[in-house]
């Protein structure tokens, strides 16, 4: 076969990872798209980051198809780096179908809220990734919707705080990396303690002191 026969030039393979984002009854209710080169569910080590995200936004739309990664009527979330979001290089996503994550080495600058600012006016929605409570990353919280806490990185201390701290704030919080069922309780529990709400409709604001695993008795509506 000749090198140049085209049966004999082999496509590139290109990969995308899906991880569902669930609800407290562990139905999806949207998903994250990651960069990956190959086959390890891995990011690569050595790729640059605005590379990524834009090939990840480039493949979404125009190589695998959104319908086909999260279906119909599920949003997708991905990441983007500064560039991207002062660049507007997202503007290709429709509008209300994806949330951008603004990873959490990003700062809050002049140029980068601006283009906060402008995602949302046009639709998108902005999550803010790896939240752990830190103050540089202040001046991001009016512009996004979600907060991301990573259960790897924030302690059982900061995730109560964060729940205490931004209830009736309008944000949601959405844990990540949750690895085991104990946490997942751990998570739940934190989830109606962030927008429990007494006999007079007032958000309570209380987060019990130790929401560890072995305090944890959860029932199915999350109580």
């Known amino acids: 076969m000749s090198a140049d026969s085209p049966s004999s030039i082999g496509a590139p393979e290109l990969f995308v990872a899906r991880q569902p ?17 190959g086959a390890a569910n891995v990011f690569p080590v050595g790729v640059d980051p605005d590379k990524a995200s834009i090939d ?22 991905i990441n983007v780096t500064r560039r991207v979001m002062v660049e507007a290089l997202y503007a290709c996503l429709p509008p209300g179908r994806f949330v951008l994550e603004l990873l959490e080495t990003l700062r809050p600058d002049t140029d980068t809220l601006t283009a906060c600012q402008a995602a949302k006016q046009a639709g998108y929605g902005l999550a803010l990734d790896d939240f752990t409570g830190q103050a540089e990353l202040a001046s991001f919280l009016p512009h996004v919707d979600v907060l991301k806490v990573d259960f790897r990185l924030a302690t059982e201390d900061v995730r109560r705080e964060i729940a205490q701290r931004y209830a009736g704030s309008g944000l949601r919080l959405l844990a990540e990396k949750v690895e085991t069922e104990a946490e997942v309780q751990a998570a739940r529990a934190l989830a109606h303690a962030h927008a429990h709400r007494g006999p007079d409709g007032e958000l309570m604001r209380v987060v019990h002191r130790d929401v560890s695993p072995g305090n944890l008795l959860i029932s199915k509506d999350g109580h």
């Open 56 to 77: 990840m936004i480039a493949q979404a739309i125009g190589v695998f198809g959104l319908d086909a990664l999260v279906g119909p009527d599920k949003p997708a979330y």
């Open 21 to 37: 984002i669930l609800l407290g009854d562990r139905s999806v209710a949207a998903y994250e798209l990651l960069f990956r080169s």
